[in-house]
């Protein structure tokens, strides 16, 4: 079984740095694509990133390229997303999700997905 | 950007009743939408991809139909446990989201 457990809640101060973390485990880490999805209070999911841990291949959605950075470490397969400056608009909830594509090259769906990291950044 | 429009914005039914949600886009995706339902407090969980495949272990009375910008999630005989936001993703052309449709069970 595909499992992906995430990092606990992070309490955090605007202007301060911030990683956090999912473990992968039940599939090959390096033959997957991992990623990450925003979800603001009240508010539907947002895709933010995706990393092949394979080849290290990165893919940044326009609204988060610049913001936050994702990586992966395959000899503990896990993935992490990265603010090097929070804000308080960067309060939200996030889940490391699997990106499934029917094919190459296509866009796909996001199957399973962790149980979710709340991030507060408030003064 | 593709925006997907959801409606309606809640659905109120009591159990073995019929739901019919709807995703629009605002351009033609072909068959590349996704459904997700997400109950409180808990991650989302896919139910349906390529518009009307069910994922693994969705039971039967979920299903999907559409194609171009019009899209449908049916719920055969409602049960309590299907109250959950229900979410519309398509995966054409980026990846964007609709804003949800709630789903109360009287």
């Known amino acids: 079984e595909v499992q992906l457990v995430q990092s606990g809640a992070e309490v955090k101060k605007p202007g301060e740095s911030l990683k956090i973390s999912c473990k992968a485990s039940?599939?090959?880490?390096?033959?997957?694509?991992i990623g990450w999805v925003r979800q603001m209070p009240g508010k539907g999911p947002e895709w933010m990133a995706i990393?092949?841990?394979?080849?290290?291949?990165?893919r940044y959605s326009p609204s988060f390229q610049g913001q936050v950075t994702i990586s992966a470490d395959k000899s503990i397969n896990t993935a992490y997303l990265q603010w090097s400056s929070l804000k308080a608009s960067d309060t939200a909830t996030y889940y490391c999700?699997?990106?499934?594509?029917?094919?190459?090259?296509?866009?796909?769906?996001?199957?399973?997905w962790g149980q979710g990291t709340l991030v507060t950044v408030s003064s | 950007e593709i925006v997907m429009t959801q409606s309606p914005a809640t659905l109120s039914l009591s159990p073995g009743e019929r739901a019919t949600l709807s995703c629009r886009a605002s351009?033609?995706?072909?068959?590349?939408l996704a459904w997700y339902q997400q109950k409180p407090g808990q991650a989302p969980r896919l139910l349906i991809y390529?518009?009307?495949t069910r994922a693994t272990g969705i039971p039967a009375r979920f299903s999907g139909s559409g194609s171009g910008t019009e899209f449908t999630l049916t719920i055969t005989s409602l049960q309590s446990e299907d109250s959950a936001v229900y979410y519309c993703?398509?995966?054409?052309?980026?990846?964007?989201f609709g804003g949800g449709t709630t789903v109360e069970i009287k």
């Open positions: 351009q033609s995706v072909s068959s590349n």
């Open positions: 039940g599939y090959t880490f390096t033959n997957d694509w």
């Open positions: 999700i699997n990106y499934r594509i029917p094919a190459p090259g296509r866009g796909g769906w996001f199957d399973p």
């Open positions: 390529g518009a009307s």
């Open positions: 990393i092949y841990p394979g080849d290290s291949d990165t």
């Open positions: 993703q398509q995966y054409s052309n980026g990846l964007t």
